[in-house]
Antibody, heavy 125, light 107 residues
């Protein structure tokens, strides 16, 4: 069974740091692009980071650029999100999601499936 | 960044109704768009990718259409399990952007 399991969430003070992990199983992790997506309480979904299979290509949303860093360890089938200088507005459920792709008629399509169950990060004093 | 405008933000409907949700983008994205369903306390679930390709295992009452800047998700006959929040997501470029969501409620 293809599965993603996040961990590492919790309560942290503003300005603090936290490292999230996403453990993958049931597929060849090193062959897939991966993403982090978050959802603040009662709000919509926000994409925050992407990493290519080798880790050579990385993108972060402007809202987290310079504070958060996505990384991966293919030998451990694990994805990470290092979060520094945390703010109250970073409070959210954080999901990892596998990025699937299809090239058709010279267009590259991508979609997120599956998703992990999410891990809650609360930034509060 | 590509701006996503999803409408309506909420919708009341009855079992058996046909409903349509719209997603408009601030620039053309070919058909590089997906639709996701999210139920309270759960992770989002993929319904459709490449604007119109139904994900395996998703009921055929769900369909997607559109290209360029206007996309629609249609549910042909609402079932009780379809009451949820729906999001569109563009995969044309980075940053990836989601629509604001459409909450589908029981009338």
């Amino acid at each position: 069974e293809v599965q993603l399991v996040e961990s590492g969430g919790g309560l942290v003070q503003p300005g603090g740091s936290l490292r999230l992990s996403c453990a993958a199983s049931g597929f060849t992790f090193g062959s897939y692009e991966m993403n982090w997506v978050r959802q603040a309480p009662g709000k919509g979904l926000e994409w925050i980071a992407y990493i290519s299979p080798t880790g050579q290509t990385i993108h972060h949303a402007d809202s987290v650029k310079g504070r958060f860093s996505i990384s991966r360890d293919n030998a451990r089938s694990s994805l990470y999100l290092q979060m520094n200088s945390l703010r109250v507005e970073d409070t959210a459920v954080y999901y990892c999601a596998r990025d699937n792709s299809l090239v058709q008629d010279y267009t590259n399509y991508n979609w997120f499936d599956p998703w992990g169950q999410g891990t809650l990060v609360t930034v509060s004093s | 960044a590509i701006q996503m405008t999803q409408s309506p933000s909420s919708l009341s409907a009855s079992v058996g109704d046909r409903v349509t949700i719209s997603c408009r983008t601030s620039q053309g994205i070919s058909n590089e768009l997906g639709w996701y369903q999210q139920k309270p306390g759960k992770a989002p679930k993929l319904l459709i990718y490449a604007a119109s390709i139904l994900q395996s295992g998703v009921p055929s009452r769900f369909s997607g259409s559109g290209s360029g800047t206007h996309f629609t998700l249609t549910i042909s006959s609402l079932q009780p399990e379809d009451f949820a929040t729906y999001y569109c997501l563009q995969d044309h470029n980075f940053p990836r952007t989601f629509g604001q969501g459409t909450k589908l409620e029981i009338k």
